[in-house]
Protein backbone atom coordinates (compact mmCIF):
# COMPACT_ATOMS: atom_id res chain seq x y z
CA UNK A 1 0.00 0.00 0.00
CA UNK A 2 1.39 3.37 -1.19
CA UNK A 3 -0.49 5.14 1.37
CA UNK A 4 1.07 5.98 5.46
CA UNK A 5 -1.42 7.66 7.99
CA UNK A 6 -0.29 10.51 10.02
CA UNK A 7 -0.29 10.72 13.61
CA UNK A 8 -3.38 8.68 15.27
CA UNK A 9 -4.94 8.15 11.88
CA UNK A 10 -5.66 4.60 10.52
CA UNK A 11 -6.50 3.19 7.14
CA UNK A 12 -9.32 0.51 6.73
CA UNK A 13 -10.50 -1.53 4.10
CA UNK A 14 -14.44 -2.28 4.23
CA UNK A 15 -15.49 -6.08 4.92
CA UNK A 16 -17.71 -7.10 2.17
CA UNK A 17 -21.93 -7.24 3.15
CA UNK A 18 -23.82 -9.76 3.58
CA UNK A 19 -25.81 -10.24 0.55
CA UNK A 20 -28.37 -12.63 2.30
CA UNK A 21 -30.45 -13.25 5.32
CA UNK A 22 -30.28 -15.47 8.17
CA UNK A 23 -33.93 -16.54 6.62
CA UNK A 24 -32.08 -16.76 2.85
CA UNK A 25 -33.90 -13.63 1.20
CA UNK A 26 -31.08 -12.11 -0.74
CA UNK A 27 -30.35 -8.77 -0.35
CA UNK A 28 -30.06 -6.50 -4.09
CA UNK A 29 -27.05 -4.19 -4.13
CA UNK A 30 -28.99 -1.54 -4.50
CA UNK A 31 -30.18 -2.22 -0.91
CA UNK A 32 -27.47 -2.99 1.18
CA UNK A 33 -26.22 -1.37 3.49
CA UNK A 34 -22.50 0.07 3.73
CA UNK A 35 -20.21 -2.29 5.68
CA UNK A 36 -19.32 -0.88 9.67
CA UNK A 37 -16.92 -3.32 10.09
CA UNK A 38 -13.22 -3.16 8.37
CA UNK A 39 -9.62 -4.68 8.37
CA UNK A 40 -7.17 -2.19 9.09
CA UNK A 41 -4.38 -2.02 6.19
CA UNK A 42 -1.65 0.95 7.71
CA UNK A 43 -1.50 2.91 11.48
CA UNK A 44 0.07 5.98 11.95
CA UNK A 45 2.87 6.72 14.29
CA UNK A 46 0.23 7.81 17.16
CA UNK A 47 -0.87 10.76 19.23
CA UNK A 48 1.26 13.18 20.40
CA UNK A 49 0.36 14.47 24.01
CA UNK A 50 0.52 17.57 25.36
CA UNK A 51 4.05 16.69 27.54
CA UNK A 52 5.21 16.26 23.68
CA UNK A 53 5.73 12.72 24.14
CA UNK A 54 3.68 10.07 21.72
CA UNK A 55 1.07 7.72 22.77
CA UNK A 56 0.91 4.42 20.58
CA UNK A 57 -2.24 3.38 19.19
CA UNK A 58 -4.32 0.57 20.32
CA UNK A 59 -5.29 -0.88 17.09
CA UNK A 60 -2.63 -2.46 14.78
CA UNK A 61 -2.24 -3.90 11.49
CA UNK A 62 -4.54 -6.92 10.67
CA UNK A 63 -7.14 -5.91 13.18
CA UNK A 64 -10.59 -6.12 12.46
CA UNK A 65 -12.46 -3.11 13.90
CA UNK A 66 -16.29 -1.33 14.36
CA UNK A 67 -17.22 1.57 13.53
CA UNK A 68 -19.56 3.94 13.03
CA UNK A 69 -21.54 3.84 9.75
CA UNK A 70 -20.30 7.88 8.81
CA UNK A 71 -17.24 7.65 9.99
CA UNK A 72 -13.76 8.25 8.12
CA UNK A 73 -12.89 9.68 4.94
CA UNK A 74 -13.06 7.18 1.34
CA UNK A 75 -10.67 7.61 -0.86
CA UNK A 76 -9.12 5.26 -3.56
CA UNK A 77 -6.00 4.22 -3.29
CA UNK A 78 -4.31 1.86 -6.10
CA UNK A 79 -8.10 1.10 -7.43
CA UNK A 80 -9.54 0.06 -4.49
CA UNK A 81 -11.68 2.06 -1.94
CA UNK A 82 -10.56 2.67 1.78
CA UNK A 83 -11.16 4.92 4.69
CA UNK A 84 -8.97 7.00 6.52
CA UNK A 85 -10.16 8.17 9.97
CA UNK A 86 -8.83 8.67 13.45
CA UNK A 87 -8.38 6.08 15.99
CA UNK A 88 -10.84 7.41 18.37
CA UNK A 89 -13.39 7.08 15.69
CA UNK A 90 -13.20 3.45 15.95
CA UNK A 91 -16.07 1.73 18.43
CA UNK A 92 -14.20 -1.93 19.15
CA UNK A 93 -11.97 -4.70 18.16
CA UNK A 94 -13.60 -7.44 17.32
CA UNK A 95 -12.09 -10.92 18.48
Known amino acids: MQLRPLQD ?8 EETKTAGGIII ?10 GKILAVGPGHRVTD ?4 ALEVKVGDTVLFGKYSGTAVKVEGKEVLVMKEDEILGILH
Not at 52 to 55: A, I, K, Q, T
Open 52 to 55: GSMR
Open 28 to 37: PDSHAEKPAQ
Open 9 to 16: RVVIQRLD
